[in-house]
């Protein structure tokens, strides 16, 4: 889930879309750009929390 000044919204890592919720247009830009760069890695995450194993970090968009 994805918060921005009391916006809320759940992106999907596969389509990289928006699945339920809303954010500013800009915000959401940079998200939705961020998650195709990191997709990869977010989907190995995804992986390791479902087992509860501990997650790796992923470097911010800059």
Known sequence: MQRYNGHKAI???D???V??????SKQLKLIL????????E???NWELSKDGKPM???NPLI
């Not at 699945?19 to 500013?24: C, D, H, N, R, V």
């Not at 750009?33 to 990869?40: E, F, R, Y």
Request: proline share 4%; with cysteine.
């Open 11 to 13: 992106v999907e890592i």
């Open 15 to 17: 389509g990289v879309r």
């Open 19 to 24: 699945i339920k919720g809303a954010l500013p």
């Open 33 to 40: 750009a961020w998650c195709v760069l990191h997709q990869d």
């Open 42 to 44: 977010l989907m190995q």
């Open 56 to 58: 790796n970090r992923i």
